[in-house]
């Protein structure tokens, strides 16, 4: 071992508390049945976490344009309101299958 005189910069984890979810996108494709979107977590310091992107497609998708009782009333068939992606996320996520 030898001594030095040296900086170095590390990059550690930092554990930060987010308290908010942003939709930040959402892309419809009807064509291929897809539904792409774009969401971020932001914190009351104005720090926010990368992108995630997220995919619905067969089975999600199908649920997300429907009219199921599984959304609050007033769901728009083939379409879908930000609280309607809030859903199918915590659904996606809470089933492992969040990208």
Same mark, same amino acid.
Request: aromatic share 8%; proline share 3%; with cysteine.
């Given at each position: 071992?030898?001594? *030095?005189? #040296?900086? %170095?910069?590390?990059? $550690?984890? #930092?554990? #930060?508390?987010?308290?908010? &979810?942003?939709?930040? %996108?959402?892309? =419809?494709? /009807?064509?291929?049945?897809? *539904?792409? %979107? =774009?969401?971020?977590?932001?914190?009351? &310091?104005? &720090?926010? +976490? @990368?992108?995630? +992107?997220? =995919?619905?497609?067969?089975? @999600? /998708?199908?649920?997300?344009? +429907?009219?199921?009782? @599984?959304?609050?009333?007033?769901?728009?068939?083939?379409?879908?309101?930000? &609280?309607? %992606?809030?859903?199918?996320?915590?659904? $996606?996520?809470?089933?492992?299958?969040?990208?």
């Amino acid at each position: 071992m030898r001594t *030095v005189d #040296v900086q %170095v910069t590390l990059n $550690k984890p #930092v554990l #930060v508390h987010f308290t908010k &979810e942003e939709l930040k %996108v959402k892309m =419809i494709d /009807y064509d291929n049945k897809r *539904v792409t %979107v =774009i969401t971020r977590y932001l914190n009351d &310091e104005g &720090e926010t +976490s @990368e992108d995630q +992107s997220t =995919i619905f497609e067969d089975e @999600e /998708y199908e649920l997300l344009m +429907s009219q199921s009782e @599984e959304f609050p009333l007033g769901k728009p068939l083939n379409d879908c309101r930000e &609280e309607d %992606v809030f859903y199918m996320l915590d659904k $996606k996520r809470d089933n492992g299958t969040a990208s």
